[in-house]
């Protein structure tokens, strides 16, 4: 029986939404919501209506009968940290989305417009691996100050989905592998997948790991300080600086990796630089996590948009090829691994989990 799923997945200033029948897409669309649009409402929930009206209407223009479906998925938001999977949207968990447990987002919407929607035609709702996946192991939370215990905070959806989609291809338990899975986006993020749990991984949201395009990275902590206090720059301004405008913007002022590559084709030094220092901080990382696995890695998997990038993947290899083969992903297909998600709920592959 093939299953029929509507995916939402909310933005600051858009909501993509999607149609599957199982893995095949029937359709998507990117609804893009005008800056004046959204700042008449004062906060993230008072967005619901408004969106929900929006992607109802959309389906309506494209004839679907939301009668068909199955279940609808949508993109789970700021909760309080969770074991990865497929969650039931429960009522606790409606609560937290709309408090916004750990901050306001718009992905937040997700899971609430999922269950209003699932709930007019009476079938389930569901969210899967929200960036607050926290499976940390105990020994991984010590960060040298204990007011500042490190979080989990990454690409938990697109990390999940590329291990599962790796053990099934090889055919073997995502429970079973030792996995290193590097995230190369706007954000990067590094994980340690031992035996189906993220043991360690850099907070993507606050600055810890490699810089990449638009965020700082782990920086000198002393000098930090020192610039906080500085009288030059607000909270805010600092905030920026990390999460932003920092790693490619801050250097460089740009945040597309083929414009760096472009740059380095026209002799460029700076951009050649650059590249060779995001490529040497990432591998880095790396290396961090086979050791927290004890060097005992099945596969290296690398992901998001700059796996594109083949120069990138180059480097990566001849840095990390001695610790275990590569496998690529490239891209981020965030509306099929929601649909990933529930299906593997729906086909009884594994159990929905409770928030």
Known sequence: ?????????????????????????????????????IAKYASIIDQKDFRKEVILNVLKEKNFDIKTLDVVVGRGG???????????????LLADLKIGKQGQHASNLGGILAKEIADEVGVPSYIVD??????????????????????SIF???????????????????YDQLNLIVIHMGGGVSVGAHKNGKVVDVNNILDGEGAFSPERAGTVPVGDLIKLCFSGKYTEKEIYKK??????????????????????????????ADLIDAF???????AGAMA???????????????????????AALKEKL???????????????????QGALRVMNGEEQAQTY
């Open 242 to 271: 990390i999460c932003g405008n920092g790693g490619f913007n801050g250097y460089i002022g740009t945040n597309d990796m083929r414009d760096l590559e472009k740059m380095k084709a026209e002799g460029n030094q700076e951009a």
């Open 155 to 173: 690409h938990a959806l697109n990390q999940k989905a590329v291990a599962k989609r790796y053990a099934k291809e090889i055919g073997k338990p």
């Open 321 to 339: 090829g001695f610790i275990a083969d590569f496998t690529v992903y490239p891209g981020e297909d965030e509306l099929l691994a929601l649909a």
């Open 78 to 92: 700021l909760l309080k940290p969770i074991p990865g999977g497929t969650y039931a949207v429960t009522d606790d």
């Open 130 to 151: 929200p960036v607050v996946v926290d499976e940390l192991a105990p020994v991984a939370r010590y960060s040298g100050m204990p007011e500042l215990p490190r979080r």
């Open 279 to 285: 490529h040497y901080q990432i591998a880095k990382d």
């Open 1 to 37: 029986m093939a299953y029929t799923i509507l995916i939402i997945n909310p933005g600051s200033t858009s909501t993509k939404i999607g149609v599957y029948e199982d893995e095949k897409q029937i359709f998507e669309e990117t609804l893009r919501h005008p800056t004046e649009e």
């Open 291 to 313: 050791a927290v696995l004890n060097g005992k890695v099945d596969q290296i998997i690398c992901t998001g948009g700059i796996a594109y990038n083949e120069p990138t993947i």
